[in-house]
């Protein structure tokens, strides 16, 4: 039978059609189920977090992350990751953050995210009572405990809460907790009081106190995590906690007055009396005195390039030294207190240094007890009359 002429045109366009959808153009393959972000708005030099759920036909060979602007962290081992970590840009605007999957038969499907990236300010989150402060442990997205005269705060960039447990303490380490039993995360914080040795913590309401006769004074606690171990600075030296089910208590090498403690992979910088040391421990405790200058060390930083930063007592006067050179500018006020940022500015107070001078943002104008930056960036700044500041 003669068919006619349209029939082989039709037929034509059906064999252009199924060699067009096996060429791998199409993204009809993916489907993209979940395309979550931390937060929709965000300040300079803010960590957000980006992630992406896809259903696919074929097996993901690769997640591509890309940015208009700011930094991807970990971006040359990030194209196999439906997540990523991002820190805004120092400029603000609107920025697009763009993942894009590609499958096996190379079938492409794109997920963009818009953030508005705002330009910093300086607010005031408490007007008194503010005692003492400790970073969210173990995260990436997190704030900072806050101890006060009446309760103990988390502050971040989406709010704050207040939680009626855990107050009137100027030392504080927070440690976090997965209950399986429960599928919960657990808040502990460990806190004590300058000069005192009694410690206390507080665990969802519950409290439990213990006494060091051991520890003179404290001046410092510090959780490392992944050692399951608090590290207590005194007034005669550093000591090593071992909480629960152990509850050991170890003397270290270290026995000069504790000022600053710094965890690192590789153990802990300790900013005593008598100088800086390191301090390791896997199977026992070993210490090294890194300078020979015999100079008290008042606060110690260990930058993202490895570089050692210290305040220490030059002359009777305190001097932030780099490397173990002191730097040829000063900010105004040296305090025993020092951080770094997200963008790579590391802060004595509410000064930071830029690689080339020594900035206030704040405007902040009472003298400063502590500040600290936040796993997500924002910088909280304390002064000596308790009052409480974000930047």
Not at 11 to 33: F, Q
Request: aromatic content about 12%; hydrophobic content about 35%; glycine content about 8%.
């Amino acid at each position: 039978m003669k068919r006619p002429v349209f029939f082989y045109h039709m037929l034509l366009v059906v064999l252009l059609a199924l060699m067009c959808s096996c060429s791998g153009s199409s993204s009809s393959s993916i489907a993209i189920t979940g395309a979550d972000k931390s937060s929709d708005s965000a300040v300079t030099g803010q960590r957000l977090y980006f992630q992406v759920s896809t259903v696919v036909d074929y097996p993901v060979a690769k997640y591509i992350w890309r940015a208009s602007g700011g930094t991807i962290e970990d971006k040359d081992n990030s194209n196999n990751k439906n997540y990523i970590f991002w820190i805004s840009p120092e400029e603000p605007g609107t920025y697009t953050v763009t993942c894009t999957i590609i499958d096996d038969e190379g079938n492409v499907k794109a997920a963009p995210f818009s953030v508005d990236v705002s330009s910093r300010s300086t607010k005031l989150l408490l007007s008194q009572d503010a005692l003492g402060m400790a970073k969210e442990d173990g995260v990436k997205i997190g704030g900072v405990w806050v101890s006060t005269q009446h309760d103990t705060r988390y502050y971040s960039f989406a709010g704050n809460t207040n939680i009626s447990w855990g107050y009137g303490y100027d030392l504080i380490a927070v440690q976090n907790t997965y209950d399986q039993s429960t599928y919960t995360y657990i808040t502990l914080i460990w806190a004590a009081k300058t000069g005192e040795n009694s410690l206390i913590y507080y665990n969802n309401g519950m409290s439990e106190s213990t006494t060091f006769n051991e520890c003179s004074k404290m001046t410092r606690l510090v959780m490392d995590k992944d050692k399951n171990v608090l590290l207590i600075g005194a007034d005669n030296g550093l000591f090593a906690y071992y909480p629960h089910p152990t509850d050991l208590l170890i003397t270290t090498s270290v026995d000069s007055h504790v000022y600053d403690i710094k965890v690192y992979d590789s153990g802990a910088l300790v900013a005593t009396k008598d100088g800086l040391y390191k301090v390791t421990y896997n199977d026992t405790w070993t210490s090294e005195l890194l300078y020979n200058d015999n100079d008290p060390t008042y606060a110690v930083l260990k930058d993202t390039d490895g570089n050692i930063w210290r305040v220490i007592d030059s002359n009777g006067a305190k001097v932030i030294t780099c490397e173990d050179t002191a730097l040829a500018e000063q900010p105004p006020e040296v305090i025993d207190s020092l951080d770094q940022d997200l963008l790579g500015h590391v802060w004595c107070g509410k000064y930071y240094w830029d690689g080339d001078s020594w900035h206030d943002p704040t405007g902040i104008t009472d003298e400063v007890k502590q500040s600290m930056i936040s796993p997500e960036g924002l910088a909280y700044i304390i002064t000596t009359s308790g009052e409480l500041f974000s930047w």
